[in-house]
């Protein structure tokens, strides 16, 4: 049956300036990073983008590397977006990113200019796209010039192969830099991407949030659910089939110390008095002082982006509410 998406699909969903530029994301977006690889199944991929975009997720997150395989995330959007979505292109953000390993050699890593364009070329064609919304240059390299990388950046845009650009997993210093090179090159550079959430603040450390404020540049989340930590997963203790055992990647089963298990048992009691689940108020919590222009979720199934979106219901918290959970996340 061809795909025909919800009529009400813009009716709940908020949609927020990045910066001070015209581009609008939804409050929620759907990343590509664990559940769209060559490990997934297709169906199961295509019910994740119909049931987001019913929702109102308009905006698509991808690097060249998510997976597995390498580029295979990409791939199966690609078909996703031929088979469901060319009606519906100029509706939908699609981004993606360059800066982590991708081929072997010298060419195929970091932020040198031949990676970045390259990388978008094969990004390109595996999305069956003529350009993608956002282009991003993944992290931070100390061995290329930022000139040279944002130079690159700004062709990917003058070339018409992306519309804006985006810096991923840069410090607010760097940042900064990067931006005053941008504007000279009359680049438009829109949106940060960083890891963020209650367990994980690092972007009030390095002052990237600060920065982006000052710059007027918008920010969105990545990891706000701190890989299903600030879940319902984990209150009862280490599910057998959990991410932490199951995979060990990107959480450990040695992460989750007794300390932090009541960590998160002690913030699912302050969700429940909002009448939000952990995770909606997790993601709330990301969203609260409108600083942060999205959250990126990830999902294995159409329920759990159901469940997400409830969280832009609420995203006010009182005073105490925020002491309260900065005085959880202070307990050893």
């Known amino acids: ?3 025909t998406p919800s009529t009400t699909r813009y009716d709940a969903m908020p949609y927020h300036p990045c910066g001070e530029s015209g581009l609008k994301l939804p409050a929620v977006s759907l990343g590509f990073w664990h ?7 297709y169906e199961t991929m295509r019910a994740l983008c119909h049931t987001a975009f019913d929702g109102g997720i308009t905006h698509f997150d991808l690097a060249n590397n998510y997976g597995p395989e390498p580029g295979s995330a990409e791939a199966n ?5 031929k088979q469901d979505f060319a009606p519906y292109r100029d509706e939908l953000i699609i981004s993606t990113k360059a800066g982590y390993g991708m081929w072997p050699g010298p060419y195929g890593d970091f932020g040198s200019r031949k990676y970045l364009l390259a990388s978008l070329d094969q990004s390109l064609a595996r999305l069956g796209l003529e350009y993608v919304d956002i282009f991003y240059h993944h992290r931070m390299d100390p061995d290329t010039p930022l000139e040279e990388t944002m130079g690159a950046l700004a062709q990917a845009v003058q070339s018409g ?6 810096l991923s997993n840069y410090d607010g210093p760097t940042m900064q830099k990067a931006a005053a090179i941008l504007r000279e ?5 829109v949106i940060n991407q960083n890891r963020y959430s209650i367990f994980d603040r690092s972007i009030e450390k390095n002052g990237l949030k600060a920065a982006a404020v000052a710059e007027k540049k918008g920010i969105i989340a990545f990891s706000p659910l701190a890989q299903g930590t600030l879940t319902n997963r984990y209150l009862n203790g280490i599910p057998e089939d959990s991410r932490a055992k199951a995979d060990g990647r990107f959480l450990k089963q040695s992460d989750l110390t007794p300390a932090r298990l009541s960590q998160i048992r002690r913030l699912n009691e ?14 709330s ?3 609260r002082d409108g600083q942060v222009t ?16 409830r969280a832009v219901e609420n995203t006010h918290f009182t005073a105490e509410e925020l002491w309260k959970i900065d005085e959880v996340c202070t307990l050893a």
């Open 1 to 3: 049956m061809p795909y």
């Open 77 to 81: 959007l690609g078909r996703i977006l």
């Open 35 to 41: 559940n769209f690889g060559t490990n997934a199944n």
């Open 161 to 166: 192969k992306a519309l804006y650009a985006g």
């Open 185 to 189: 090159l009359h680049c438009p550079f």
């Open 294 to 309: 999205s959250v990126l979720i990830g999902a294995s199934k159409p329920e759990q982006i159901l469940d997400n979106l």
């Open 270 to 283: 302050i969700a429940a008095t909002r009448g939000q689940t952990l995770a909606e108020m997790a993601l």
């Open 285 to 287: 919590w990301v969203l």
